[in-house]
């Protein structure tokens, strides 16, 4: 049996904010793999296993510009949305590398929705 690739891969720092990022995703019916190093698993960034979508928070993610240069080599950028954070990068530095953003404060649910605007799903929420 061949492994297929999971929808969204989320690359957050921090553990509370990730598992509850994680588990709302999963209830939207998303296969996720949640990771809070880069580089995420190898795996994942072979040509058939890459996600659908990457979501890259960087809050408290070390490096979050080289994080973001390396992510541009291995990933489309339209398929990356970025989570902004104060003391990091602003949205504008963000959306000039080619990314998508979403910038901060913003909640679970905002984070869904983009989500699923990238791909191209209606939520239940």
């Not at 990771?35 to 490096?63: H, N």
């Not at 541009?72 to 949305?81: A, K, T």
């Not at 983009?114 to 929420?125: C, D, F």
């Amino acid at each position: 049996m061949e492994a297929t690739p999971p929808d969204i891969v989320l690359l957050r720092a921090e553990w509370p904010e990730r598992a509850l990022l994680r588990a709302q995703l999963l209830e939207e019916g998303y296969d996720v793999v949640a990771t809070d190093a880069w580089p995420i698993p190898r795996q994942y960034l072979r040509s058939g296993m890459k996600p659908r979508l990457l979501i890259v928070d960087l809050q408290g993610l070390p490096e979050p510009r080289e994080v973001l240069e390396e992510v541009g080599g291995v990933m489309p950028r339209e398929r990356v949305l970025v989570i902004t954070a104060l003391g990091t990068m602003t949205a504008d530095e963000v959306v000039r590398l080619g990314f998508r953003v979403a910038k901060r404060p913003i909640s679970v649910g905002d984070i869904v929705r983009a989500a699923t605007e990238v791909l191209g799903r209606a939520t239940s929420t």
